[in-house]
C-alpha cells in the first residue's frame, strides 16, 4: 500500500459508505432497485430508473467490458504524475457502467468491448479503489 498517495480522493458520506466500505473488503457492490430489479451506478438512495427508495446493495460479479475509454495526456490538476493514463466506462455483466481505469495493460492495447475484471487498488488506509484489468488467461 502507499502510505503517501497525493491524488485526489473520493469524499465518502452516507450515501456512498457502503460501496467503499465493500471496495475496503475487496468486493464490488452495486445499488439495486428493489422495484424494478435495475442496477445503478452512483450509488444513490433512490432508483434513477423509476424514483423507489426501496433500494438495496448487491454484491455484483466485477466482471465486464470495456465500453469506452479516453487517454488523458493532459492530467487535470492532482493528477500530475503517472500520466497519461485512461479514463475508463466499464459496463459490468449486470449491465451497470461506472468509470474507473484499467490497469495491467498499455493504454495503446485498450480495446472497446475487451473484457474486464474489478480488482482493488488500496491507495490508503481508510480508501481502496475499485479498477479493472483483463483478465488472466
Sequence with gaps: ????????LPHIHGETKAYWDAAKRHELVMRRCRCCNEYYFYPR????????????????????ILYSFTV????????????????SLVELEEGVRMMSTVVGCADE????????EVVFDDVTEEVTLPKFRPPAP
Excluded at 1 to 8: L, S
Excluded at 45 to 59: I, Y
Excluded at 109 to 116: H, S
Aim: aromatic share 14%; proline share 8%; glycine share 12%.
Design 72 to 87: 488523458c495526456h493532459r492530467p487535470a490538476q492532482g493528477f500530475e504524475e503517472g500520466g497519461p493514463y485512461n479514463i
Design 109 to 116: 492495447d485498450l480495446k472497446v468491448g475487451m473484457a474486464l
Design 1 to 8: 500500500m502507499e502510505k503517501t498517495y497525493k491524488k485526489p
Design 45 to 64: 438512495d433512490f432508483c434513477p430508473s423509476c424514483f423507489s427508495f426501496d433500494v438495496e446493495w448487491a454484491r455484483v460479479s466485477g466482471r465486464g
